[in-house]
């Protein structure tokens, strides 16, 4: 009994040490405005793109892959839709945005499953190619979206009080649990990543799994890349850059296992919101940007290495 | 069909009727896996054809042979750890309902399923948190989950206790009583004769010969097998051995999770076997000693001498060697080759100055190939590639490498063909007629019986009885059939050292 619930503790520090943090900095940043609603609100529109760039993620670890390049595609994505926007409209700007994520994550799967080479060195050199392609095409200056539309919907609007970057992680979220835990696809990714022969074995296309994995997290750095260019209405390839570490810690904070076979989407996002609410701790401390990066490491770690003990 | 240069499997026939249960026989490397694998559909042929109920079937999909009405259990590697035995048994095949898992209706489905087995299993637990008997019924009910008519069961009841093994044989009998066919391998003798009403026996590829099983007796099987005549176990004279100094003290010996304080002493040159169900305590005393699990409490000595293990590495000092239960994951690197697997434990032995010399590696790892009779293309063929009684031998080579005083074996013989299983006794015997102390853990009490001094039945982490191996052989005067007769005995023991336990928690319970 008390191993059980010692088992359970460890499953979920998540929880627990959100709530933990969240009363410390109410308790000590309070006269800084920490609980002040747009403060809060604040967290979930800088947390948006990290949570659903980690939800994919999510399916990726689980599936025992990995997924290096997020950061980078979401940087690509601001400057492709930009400059479509400039040419051809915000249809086309998101029609073309959705292709870039999509196209990153075939070359992505087809070089880890077919070709064979591991994920970790595929999503390494693509993230160099998917920076490099960025800064040329848009000859490393930002490109600026005059769509207002755009703008709206991809990040900068809001219903109410509620900002619309909420809604895309509220849609993500439910969709990425119950597609993880209640349909067959989740099944076979978790299968995969958790026992790749014994899911070889009972008929699992483990190659089509990882396969699929890999472009779902490229469309969703896409969409990340998105929220990013409609929230600072420009296109710049400094966007997202060094997300993929805060994106990798939010699903393993959140309980996703680094060796696969393991994840929960409600996780991944509560890490997301915790990575967040850290650095808007920090920020509200007046830490300067070399200590917050310092701390927020440490903070990391900590969580990461009590969330994985066994 | 073949694997390189090397022909695994040569223009076999094999013919299964409706109705029988068909045994497959054959030593490691004989070509039984490759042939279930290419009926299973995980390998193709590359020639020749597979015909179920007359339907031709070809392909190279699990799925095609599911639909064709095969299912086949694998041996420990079909589930994920990670799933609840329901998700695993009816993964890729889940109950769907608009869109959604229904995972109340699989759960009802495992139930059945364990209830046509006879066996109870919660559907609900992780496959991480089962006993190795539990995840093997969960295997069979995943095979047996898709309404197949061909049941090709490959080793399925290796982990099983007595009564399962009885209820499984049951529900068998209901299947092929339906008209159903069963094929069923395994390198128990005592199984396929039981439960077999033909059988086919492959060595080294090919078919030597198909026949009704009661026309066939044991030793003729193992003729087959081995391909000489083999010496037949059933008639083992005990003879009697000088035993020296006591050379393993366990005082109140405790785990933090399974085992009751253990107290023993174990001679040198003595065999002692720990018989046992599964979770008895078997492996847990084995692990404690090997320095594997930490101790709660009480004490070990060496020759005399209390000793501290703080991991595997003190007890490798004090001179103990542990064969441990699963070979893949703590028995062998796989990827590596044989030379480096047989030399890992004495690697300073091979180095000069730090630095490995591959003249020594490749002399020593020689000198155990030639003992142990490995069969293997070359020192630097992987572990990975070796049939299983070979890869035990490695591990067995690994560990006799480090001159042990004592010999740890956690289920020497699992999965190993009969010529092995005997080399690997005969290994047993002659180390400890050299003063070697062993401790033999295994649910192959035949196996037991032929190789011990002395028994120890654990039930529930409890040493209930401690007899020796003259002490059983008096009560059976006439001296024939002793193998047999022992392994009765401790069969009953071990059926009454758990009854004893189940009536005595009952009464704690009231």
């Known amino acids: 009994m008390i191993h059980f619930a010692l088992k359970n503790w ?44 980690a939800i994919a993620m999510t399916y990726v670890l689980s599936a025992g892959e990995i997924d290096l390049s997020v950061g980078a ?13 400039s040419v051809a409209g915000p249809l086309a700007g998101v029609a073309v945005g959705l292709l870039t994520g999509i196209a990153v994550g075939v070359c992505n799967g087809w070089l880890t499953t077919r070709v064979g080479i591991p994920s970790f060195l595929t999503t390494l050199a693509m993230m ?96 990340a890349g998105m929220l990013y260019a ?35 989407v409600i996780g991944t996002i509560v890490g997301a919101l915790m990575i967040g609410m850290i650095n808007n701790g920090l920020i509200l401390m007046g830490l300067e940007y070399s200590q917050q990066l310092i701390a927020r490491g440490g903070i990391i770690i900590l969580a990461v290495a009590l969330s994985q003990r066994q | 069909m073949h694997f390189g240069s090397l022909v695994a499997l040569d223009n076999v026939d094999l013919s299964v009727r409706a109705g029988e249960v068909h045994a497959l026989l054959g030593g490691n490397g004989a070509g039984k896996s490759t042939l279930l694998k290419i009926l299973n559909g995980v390998h193709q042929q590359t020639a020749g054809d597979v015909a179920v109920f007359g339907t031709p079937f070809q392909g190279n999909s699990p799925e095609l042979a599911r639909a064709a009405g095969v299912a086949m259990n694998f041996q420990e590697m079909s589930l994920i750890p990670s799933l609840t035995v329901a998700q695993n048994i009816f993964l890729n095949h889940e109950f769907i309902r608009n869109g959604l898992i229904n995972e109340a209706v ?37 095979s047996i989950s898709h309404d197949a008519r061909v049941w090709i069961l490959d080793e399925p009841s290796t982990a099983l206790s007595v009564t399962d093994v009885e209820r499984l044989f049951e529900s068998i009998r209901a299947h092929t009583a339906q008209g159903n066919a069963v094929i069923y391998v395994s390198h128990r003798m005592d199984e396929i004769a039981k439960i077999s009403d033909r059988l086919t026996i492959l060595r080294d590829g090919r078919k030597v010969t198909t026949a009704e099983t009661r026309a066939t007796s044991v030793s003729q099987m193992i ?46 040159g003595e065999v002692v076997g720990l018989a046992g169900l599964l979770g008895s305590g078997r492996s847990s005393l084995i692990k404690l000693i090997a320095g594997v699990d930490a101790k709660a409490s009480g004490s ?43 030399t890992l434990s004495i690697l300073d032995r091979i180095s000069v100055r730090g630095l490995i010399r591959q003249q020594r590696v490749r002399a020593l790892s020689q000198k155990q190939i030639d003992d142990f009779n490995i069969k293997v293309e070359s020192q630097s063929t992987p572990v990975l590639n070796l049939s299983g009684g070979n890869q035990q031998k490695v591990v067995l080579g690994k560990n006799f490498g480090i001159q042990p005083k004592i010999l740890l074996l956690d289920e020497p013989t699992a999965g190993i063909d ?6 690997i006794i005969d290994a047993i015997h002659s180390k400890a007629s050299e003063g070697m102390a062993v401790l033999v853990a295994s649910s192959e009490l035949s196996e037991l019986a032929v190789a011990c001094d002395r028994f120890l039945i654990l039930a529930d982490g409890v040493i209930c009885e401690d007899v020796s191996s003259d002490d059983i052989a008096a009560e059976n005067p006439s001296g024939v059939n002793m193998v047999p007769f022992i392994q009765r005995v401790l069969e009953e023991k071990i059926q009454d050292a758990n009854k004893t336990l189940k009536t005595e928690s009952f009464g704690e319970k009231q």
């Open chain 1, 10 to 53: 460890r499953q979920n520090i998540i929880y627990i040490g959100f709530v933990l943090i969240f009363l410390l900095f109410a308790l000590t940043l309070n006269d800084r405005g920490f609980l002040n609603p747009n403060n809060l609100l604040n967290i979930f529109r800088q947390t948006a793109m990290i949570a659903i760039m």
């Open chain 1, 128 to 223: 160099g190619i998917a920076k490099g392609v960025a800064m040329w095409i848009s000859g490393t200056s930002a490109v600026p979206i005059l769509s207002r539309s755009f703008a709206w919907f991809f990040g900068g609007g809001s219903l109410g009080i509620v900002p619309i970057l909420f809604f895309w992680i509220l849609i993500f979220g439910v969709w990425g649990h119950i597609q993880l835990k209640h349909t067959g696809f989740g099944r076979r990714v978790l299968a995969t990543g958790g026992g790749e022969t014994a899911a070889r074995y009972t008929g699992i296309n483990v190659k089509n799994v990882k396969f699929q994995v890999l472009v779902v997290s490229g469309t969703a750095a896409a969409i």
């Open chain 2, 300 to 342: 070990i000595r060496v020759a005399g001498k209390p000793v501290e293990f703080r991991g595997p590495a003190d007890a490798m000092a004090e001179g103990i060697a542990h064969v441990p239960e699963s070979r893949a994951t703590q028995g062998i690197i796989g990827s590596h080759a044989t030379s480096d697997n047989l």
């Open chain 1, 73 to 85: 595609v979401a940087g690509l994505t601001t400057v492709t839709v930009a400059l479509t926007i």
């Open chain 2, 106 to 142: 699989a759960v009802e489905r495992a139930r059945d399923l364990f209830e046509q087995l006879n066996v109870e299993v919660d559907p609900r637990m992780l496959v991480s948190d089962l006993s190795p008997g539990q995840r093997q019924l969960t295997e069979i009910a995943k």
């Open chain 1, 230 to 264: 409609g929230r600072l209405q420009s296109g710049r390839f400094q966007l997202g850059e060094g997300d993929e570490l805060s994106v990798i810690a939010a699903a393993v904070l959140g309980g996703t296992s680094l060796f696969g076979g393991k994840g929960t």
């Open chain 2, 418 to 423: 009969i010529g092995a299983k005997t080399e």
């Open chain 2, 223 to 268: 003729e087959h097998i081995v391909g000489k005549k083999a010496r037949d176990f059933s008639n083992l004279s005990l003879e009697r051995k000088t035993l020296g100094a006591p050379v393993l003290e366990l005082d109140a010996l405790q785990d933090t999770y399974k085992l009751r304080p253990v107290s023993l002493s174990i001679r040198e």
